[in-house]
């Protein structure tokens, strides 16, 4: 069983189309993240939603718009894709966002395998 | 100017040697560390968690350390095996001035163990 999931795994497409890729997870959690690995493997933090609410927006364009159907699921949509924006997209989640208990956001989070994006 | 240093950049190491990894952070207030493995093509696998509170943490033949005053932490692999190539990455969660909680990333270490 594939604890995150995300589809597809593979992306290429043109400059300026609009794309979105799937994640969802089976582990019951309340929290999800998208995240950007640039060709430089460098980890940057997107978005995270916890209970279907948006709780971190990083500087990331408008252009991106993450959409939480459920819990279970957390899409990412990219319109006008820009050569830029070629990378590894990895979606992520955890059981909730860890500030209760005094946690202090300190929860472990399962990453999905990754949906490698190339705009030509 | 919150950043996360990871050194060395890259590793060569023996099958069977101990190793250590270095992250350098200046991250203020400082929430928590982690340390990921992440296999080449792969997503990162959470190795450990620790709060300013704890000072080492371990997971297998993986042992993080932190000093909280310092603000460095390692990560000591023991006996590395050659499932152990990976890339290892260094995360400072910290508590930011809106009041929400923010990420800085290390570039990473990248370990390649050898028969």
């Known amino acids: 069983d594939t604890a995150v999931s995300q589809t597809p795994k593979y992306l290429v497409t043109q400059m300026g189309n609009d794309k979105s890729i799937k994640c969802e997870q089976n582990l019951g959690h309340d929290t999800m993240y998208w995240y950007k690995q640039d060709s430089k493997k460098f980890l940057k933090i997107m978005f995270s939603y916890n209970n279907k609410e948006l709780i971190i927006n990083e500087t990331v364009p408008n252009r991106f718009s993450p959409k939480s159907p459920d819990k279970a699921h957390l899409n990412l949509h990219i319109n006008s894709l820009e050569l830029g924006d070629s990378a590894v997209y990895f979606c992520?989640?955890?059981?909730?966002?860890?500030?209760?208990?005094?946690?202090?956001?300190?929860?472990?989070?399962?990453f999905g395998p990754g949906t490698r994006l190339l705009v030509l | 100017k919150n950043q996360v240093e990871q050194s060395p950049q890259s590793l060569i190491i023996l099958e069977g040697k101990n190793c250590t990894l270095q992250?350098?952070?200046?991250?203020?207030?400082?929430?928590?560390l982690r340390w990921y493995k992440q296999d080449t093509g792969r997503g990162p696998v959470s190795l450990t968690i620790m709060t300013f509170s704890e000072n080492t943490k371990s997971n297998g033949r993986y042992t993080a350390t932190l000093d909280a005053d310092t603000k460095q932490s390692s990560l000591h692999i023991t006996a590395s095996q050659l499932s152990d190539s990976a890339s290892y990455i260094c995360v400072v969660t910290f508590l930011s001035t809106s009041g929400t909680y923010k990420y800085i990333f290390g570039t990473g270490t990248r370990l390649k163990v050898l028969a």
């Open positions: 992250c350098n952070y200046t991250v203020s207030p400082f929430s928590n």
């Open positions: 992520a989640s955890s059981q909730d966002w860890g500030t209760s208990g005094g946690a202090l956001a300190a929860e472990t989070q399962y």
